[in-house]
């Protein structure tokens, strides 16, 4: 194992709150000393399975200490899916039924291990533990807190304030989060800002019970390519970890400058140093689009083959560089019998080229939609074989019988 404090740099780099840095540098010592590897713990809710870089910041930095020989814990919460987590929600979530807790977690299971190293990684799901418990321990589970240290929750004051009912099953979700914790004797748990509350409870618990507490790991918000919200999917700012490599080249590359090192620091597993060193560069005046390549370079290749990330990388120089039409793009096949491009609107909708027949009128009337680079004015024109639409700044299709 590397030393304390190269394991520490790595581990803190990127990270928004570490609690606490003392008790972390004690546990890689034990570690170190009885060559043990730490258990790191996330909880994931079966709820929301469809991931994009702002949801694999935390996977990123467990594979970061996977890589630094430490091992981790995924708890799908199938037991805790069934209360639904309250975090910043203005009212109770419904309750998922077993069917689809059981689907979103196996698709939760495909996914995560695009970053994660499967072989360091135990998934299991926290009904294992949780649905044996008595009531006789259940209701020591909830004398070890008070109502006023749940009412501190931002969610549960609102809704309290605003009249609207909180059920008191909700209270025992940081509390079932927090067991899990007892349950696979977690020594780290991350999550993001906002699971602080759930997160820390586990600490809580922990020491009540006299045991050591987990250090609680919280890592920050990464912003979508808007570069002011939240990476979201239904605001559209978002980079998928399934988008094809080209598509996922030329976003990273719409990262706005002053972003460039937070994506390098949550969005990579680059070394704290060589981050040192990028940031160094950009002081010195480096041209952020020369930096932004590099990033694009390592962030298509984490999620795809290094064959597909050089050629999203030559595609991006053809495409976007050059301005040219580049030779690998994908076919629209059509019905000769329909060759005008107001008929086949629908079959780009269709093959998820544009969102809408509405959007794609739009782009056409603001001058987003060219053939064979000229751009479209009506949707008049008349296309044949061979013609190649570009939509947007990313897309391009090939017009094929």
């Given at each position: 194992?590397?030393?304390v404090?190269?394991?520490?740099?790595?581990?803190?780099?990127?990270?928004?709150?570490?609690?606490?840095?003392?008790?972390?540098?004690?546990?890689?010592?034990?570690?170190?000393?009885?060559?043990?590897?730490?258990?790191?713990?996330?909880?994931?809710?079966?709820?929301?399975?469809?991931?994009?870089?702002?949801?694999?910041?935390?996977?990123?930095?467990?594979?970061?200490?996977?890589?630094?020989?430490?091992?981790?814990?995924?708890?799908?919460?199938?037991?805790?899916?069934?209360?639904?987590d309250?975090?910043?929600?203005?009212?109770?979530r419904?309750?998922?039924?077993?069917?689809?807790?059981?689907?979103?977690?196996?698709?939760?299971?495909?996914?995560?291990?695009?970053?994660?190293?499967?072989?360091?990684?135990?998934?299991?799901?926290?009904?294992?533990?949780?649905a044996?418990?008595?009531?006789?321990?259940?209701?020591?589970?909830?004398?070890?807190?008070?109502?006023?240290?749940?009412?501190?929750?931002?969610?549960?004051?609102?809704?309290?304030?605003?009249?609207?009912?909180?059920?008191?099953?909700?209270?025992f979700?940081?509390?079932?989060?927090?067991?899990?914790?007892?349950?696979?004797?977690?020594?780290?748990?991350?999550?993001?800002?906002?699971q602080?509350?759930?997160?820390?409870?586990?600490r809580?618990?922990?020491?009540?019970?006299?045991?050591?507490?987990?250090?609680?790991?919280?890592?920050?918000?990464?912003?979508?390519?808007?570069?002011?919200?939240?990476?979201?999917?239904?605001?559209?700012n978002?980079?998928?970890?399934?988008?094809?490599a080209?598509?996922?080249?030329?976003?990273?590359?719409?990262?706005?400058?002053?972003?460039i090192i937070?994506?390098f620091?949550?969005?990579?597993?680059?070394?704290?140093?060589?981050?040192?060193?990028?940031?160094?560069?950009?002081?010195?005046?480096?041209?952020?689009?020369?930096?932004?390549?590099?990033?694009?370079?390592?962030?298509?290749?984490?999620?795809?083959?290094?064959?597909?990330?050089?050629?999203?990388?030559?595609?991006?120089?053809?495409?976007?560089?050059?301005?040219?039409?580049?030779?690998?793009?994908?076919?629209?096949?059509?019905?000769?019998?329909?060759?005008?491009?107001?008929?086949?609107?629908?079959?780009?909708?269709?093959?998820?080229?544009?969102?809408?027949?509405s959007?794609f009128?739009?782009?056409?009337?603001?001058?987003?939609?060219?053939i064979n680079?000229?751009?479209?004015?009506?949707?008049?024109?008349?296309?044949?074989?061979?013609?190649?639409?570009?939509?947007?700044?990313?897309?391009?299709?090939?017009?094929?019988?």
């Amino acid at each position: 194992m590397k030393s304390v404090e190269e394991q520490f740099k790595i581990m803190a780099k990127g990270v928004d709150t570490l609690v606490n840095e003392e008790e972390l540098k004690e546990k890689l010592r034990a570690s170190i000393e009885q060559n043990k590897p730490l258990t790191i713990k996330l909880g994931l809710d079966p709820s929301a399975p469809d991931i994009h870089l702002g949801h694999a910041v935390v996977l990123r930095k467990i594979k970061q200490m996977q890589d630094l020989g430490h091992e981790a814990v995924i708890i799908i919460g199938d037991f805790t899916g069934r209360i639904g987590d309250p975090t910043g929600k203005a009212k109770g979530r419904s309750e998922l039924s077993a069917e689809q807790v059981e689907e979103n977690a196996r698709t939760y299971c495909e996914q995560i291990f695009k970053v994660l190293d499967k072989d360091k990684t135990k998934v299991c799901f926290n009904s294992e533990w949780l649905a044996k418990l008595t009531f006789e321990e259940i209701i020591k589970l909830a004398a070890t807190t008070t109502v006023a240290r749940m009412m501190e929750r931002d969610d549960f004051q609102k809704r309290y304030n605003n009249n609207v009912p909180i059920g008191i099953h909700e209270f025992f979700y940081p509390l079932m989060q927090a067991y899990d914790s007892i349950a696979i004797n977690a020594d780290i748990e991350l999550g993001g800002t906002d699971q602080t509350f759930n997160i820390l409870m586990g600490r809580t618990l922990q020491k009540s019970r006299g045991e050591k507490a987990q250090i609680a790991m919280f890592m920050p918000i990464l912003e979508g390519l808007d570069g002011k919200e939240k990476m979201s999917k239904s605001l559209g700012n978002y980079i998928g970890v399934h988008e094809d490599a080209k598509i996922m080249f030329k976003k990273v590359m719409e990262v706005p400058d002053d972003l460039i090192i937070k994506y390098f620091e949550l969005a990579t597993d680059e070394h704290p140093d060589t981050i040192n060193k990028i940031k160094e560069k950009l002081l010195a005046g480096a041209n952020p689009k020369d930096i932004k390549l590099q990033l694009a370079l390592v962030i298509t290749g984490l999620y795809n083959s290094v064959e597909d990330t050089q050629k999203a990388f030559e595609f991006y120089q053809t495409a976007f560089e050059r301005k040219a039409i580049p030779d690998d793009i994908p076919k629209l096949v059509i019905d000769t019998q329909k060759d005008m491009l107001l008929d086949i609107i629908g079959l780009l909708a269709e093959n998820n080229y544009i969102s809408s027949n509405s959007d794609f009128r739009r782009m056409v009337q603001q001058g987003g939609v060219s053939i064979n680079n000229e751009k479209v004015q009506d949707l008049s024109v008349v296309l044949a074989c061979g013609d190649v639409i570009k939509i947007g700044k990313k897309k391009f299709v090939e017009i094929v019988k």
